[in-house]
């Protein structure tokens, strides 16, 4: 995911950095999708400019150091206007005036507090998050900047709350085209924070399935190639070499790639620092037949008891990122993770097909993918797996 970072609109004054989550992403109807009006910026909610603020608080709006701190830049109105208000029940908003806020309006919630995931919290969080988003569609607003609602005095744990941020607000913004939402971080405590609504958001939009009924599903199909024989001999802008954590090499296609590229692969190899499992990295390919080298680490397989198949997905997702980014047309895969890691053949190659498909729904067919085999039985699978998505179709 490229990632531009750059001061936040309207808070120059602050030491604010903005997050932009790939803008190129398009819909059939060519409207942004919804992950990519989202923002993360850490920094003051109160000196954001923007439609819409949202204000954690509690039922009667004036708890909370957030509150606080709203009412204390908003000035007296905002204080006068909202003992005007109904009184808010957890999971709902109320609006008000934004007065001497750079926002022009507020949109308060009161959050769950934490007790043990078993009292409904989850669910209490989401609807804070959907309760503001539809006011602020009500009142036709297009940009609103949201904090990690629940997560201070509230005791929300952090990261299970950003899950629930960015399941909730990218639902409820997919279908509201031209509503943008900022993810607000505040807490100068967790300085990881930014890095885990990134890493959610990344997530969940490569979680995101192509729907059977899409009609580019079937030209997406028509258009994946499978071959036989040694990845090393076959001529593309970029070769995925199925990596141990270390990128230094090994066996199998590994070992293959490290040979046919030579020592000089190895060199910039050890300067990457490894590699974790799901993710890629990418190097040139010197004496190979290709421009570059996509690193990706796959998951052993331990039963589907550990993840597997999402790691394993993302390892065809961050490759092809790295190769879009890169300007690549072509690239070629392995059969990641079924050699020595023994994850089950069938399973890994509707995985990998179904990644791939994916992959094109949300950036276009504009690669030329194709899967490299050892055998003729591997293609066969590869066929049928294939075959089996176009009579979904």
């Excluded at 293959?256 to 990457?272: N, S, T, W």
């Excluded at 990122?321 to 895969?333: M, Q, S, W, Y």
């Amino acid at each position: 995911m490229h990632i531009a970072t750059h001061p936040a609109k309207g808070c120059a004054a602050l030491e604010h950095f903005v997050l932009n989550i790939s803008f190129t992403c398009r819909t059939r109807a060519n409207m942004p999708s919804s992950f990519a009006r989202l923002k993360v910026v850490k920094g003051d909610i109160t000196k954001i400019k923007v439609d819409a603020i949202v204000i954690s608080t509690n039922s009667t709006f004036d708890r909370g150091s957030l509150a606080q701190s709203a009412h204390q830049s908003a000035g007296l109105q905002l204080k006068l206007e909202t003992q005007k208000l109904i009184r808010c029940d957890v999971g709902d908003a109320r609006l008000a005036s934004g007065f001497s806020l750079p926002a022009k309006n507020v949109i308060f919630t009161v959050g769950p507090t934490w007790q043990d995931g078993q009292h409904g919290e989850d669910d209490s969080l989401a609807k804070c998050y959907t309760s503001c988003l539809k006011l602020a569609v009500e009142n036709n607003y297009n940009t609103v900047a949201m904090p990690a609602i629940s997560c201070g005095a509230n005791g929300f744990p952090f990261r299970r709350s950003i899950t629930i941020a960015v399941r909730a607000v990218s639902s409820f913004i997919s279908e509201h085209h031209k509503l943008h939402v900022t993810f607000v971080c505040m807490d100068e405590r967790f300085q990881n924070v930014p890095d885990w609504y990134l890493s959610e958001i990344k997530k969940q939009r490569r979680s995101r399935r192509i729907s059977p009924d899409d009609p580019r599903r079937q030209e997406f199909l028509e258009n994946l190639l499978v071959v036989k024989g040694n990845i090393t001999k076959i001529v593309a802008d970029a070769v995925v070499n199925a990596a141990k954590s270390s990128l230094l090499g090994g066996g199998g296609v590994d070992g293959a790639v490290h040979r046919a590229a030579g020592p000089e692969l190895l060199q910039e190899c050890r300067k990457l620092n490894g590699c974790p499992v799901g993710d890629a990295r990418i190097t040139n390919a010197y004496k190979l037949q290709a421009r570059y080298v996509i690193h990706t680490v796959g998951p052993v397989w331990g039963g589907g008891k550990h993840e597997e198949d999402f790691l394993l997905r993302e390892c065809y997702m961050s490759s092809l990122e790295l190769a879009k980014n890169h300007d690549c047309r072509t690239i070629v895969f392995p059969a990641i993770s079924c050699g020595v890691y023994s994850f089950p053949f069938a399973r890994a190659t509707g995985i990998a097909i179904d990644a791939v498909l994916d992959f094109k729904a949300e950036h276009g067919d504009h690669m030329q993918v194709s899967f490299c085999c050892f055998s003729e039985r591997d293609k066969n699978i590869y066929l049928s797996e294939m075959q089996k998505r176009k009579g979904q179709d």
